[in-house]
């Protein structure tokens, strides 16, 4: 294989790999802890929450508080499995690139 070839393959694997990462940004990743959910994109960021009051007492504020941890890093590992699901191909031997 020449250098020229090995530059196209290499140029070419960069397009797909941002393609890959462009998806997974667009994507909605949901988490759940009893009666709060969130919803995050592809780049961590979050973008809503859900709670069901009518099951929650309006003292437990500091337990809600716990839930919303809970459900957002519940979405968080959600993104980091699928960028690795699907950016992994990209990054064999590479860990910790995305």
């Known amino acids: 294989m020449n250098i020229q070839a090995m530059m196209k393959q290499a140029q070419k694997m ?3 790999m941002l393609a890959t990462k462009e998806e997974i940004d ?3 990743f949901e988490g759940k ?7 995050v994109n592809g ?4 973008i809503n929450i859900k709670i069901e009051s009518e099951n929650m007492d309006k003292d437990d504020i500091e337990m809600l508080q716990d839930m919303i941890v809970v459900a957002v890093n519940e979405a968080m590992k ?4 699928e960028t ?3 950016m992994g191909k ?3 031997g590479m860990p910790g690139l995305f």
């Open 14 to 16: 960069q397009k797909d």
């Open 26 to 28: 667009k994507m909605i």
């Open 33 to 39: 802890s009893s009666f709060v959910t969130v919803e």
């Open 43 to 46: 780049k961590k960021e979050l």
């Open 78 to 81: 959600k993104v980091d499995e």
């Open 84 to 86: 690795e699901n699907k």
């Open 90 to 92: 990209f990054t064999q």
